[in-house]
């Protein structure tokens, strides 16, 4: 099945609109490299009652995999969202075939907090749901 797509101007009206995630906080930021978009590191609610955030990243240029730059980058958006003090915790889903995501994961102290076994299907092979995860209080940057 193919991917739905939709026009660059559909594209900007649909990040305007959901352009801030809490009052003066963007909800996706551009990763750059030397002038060059390379990807984004981007945040959703999962529940704002418990200041419980969803955060991703995507690095499109594979020039850029094992190159450090996401690992730098998403520990980047952690602490950002972190001194805003709106959040109290953070997450990602993911699926145990993404071993990249899982370690980068790992690497910025995030922990495994879920797995569903075999709930996610990719090139018809079945993969674990992976959910993992930091609270502000395990944040490295609490203090600083």
């Known amino acids: 099945m193919k991917e739905p797509q939709i026009d660059k101007s559909s594209f900007i009206n649909e990040l305007e ?14 990763i750059m490299m030397n002038g060059n978009f390379i990807g984004t590191v981007g945040s959703y609610w999962i529940d704002k009652n418990t200041n419980w955030l969803e955060i991703g990243i995507v690095i499109y240029n594979s020039d850029y995999w094992e190159s450090s730059i996401g690992t730098e980058v998403f520990q980047l958006w952690i602490d950002y969202l972190f001194k805003k003090d709106f959040v109290h915790r953070l997450g990602i889903s ?6 990249r995501m899982i370690k980068l994961a790992q690497k910025v102290g995030m922990q495994e907090e879920a797995r569903i076994r075999q709930a996610r299907s990719v090139n018809g092979q079945y993969f ?13 940057g609490v203090g600083e």
Not at 17 to 30: G, P
Not at 94 to 99: A, E, L, M, P
Not at 128 to 140: H, S
Request: charged fraction near 25%.
């Open 94 to 99: 993911t699926w145990s075939g993404n071993k």
């Open 17 to 30: 609109k959901n352009r801030y995630i809490y009052s003066n906080v963007e909800s996706t930021l551009a």
């Open 128 to 140: 674990d749901a992976v959910k993992m995860g930091i609270l502000k209080l395990e944040w490295r």
